[in-house]
């Protein structure tokens, strides 16, 4: 983890994935770990789910022009 950081905030999550969602839209991905499963994981299990959006997210391209407007109070921290 860089600075602490455990994955986007909820809101900017859910953004993230919808980007990613338009580049793969007949794969079933595992939805961002918001709403109810925010609060029904841990910082581990958000963490794992969120590498592998960015993972998705860097080999669509999509990360590179989303995070440029990603500011530092956008990330849940431990």
Known sequence: ???NRICLNPMKWNEFFELIQKEYPDEKLDKP????GWNFSNDF???TRFRRHLELGIAT???EGFFEKVSEEDWYKA
């Open 33 to 36: 770990l918001i709403l109810a």
């Open 45 to 47: 299990e958000k963490n």
């Open 61 to 63: 391209g999509v990360a």
């Open 1 to 3: 983890m860089i600075d």
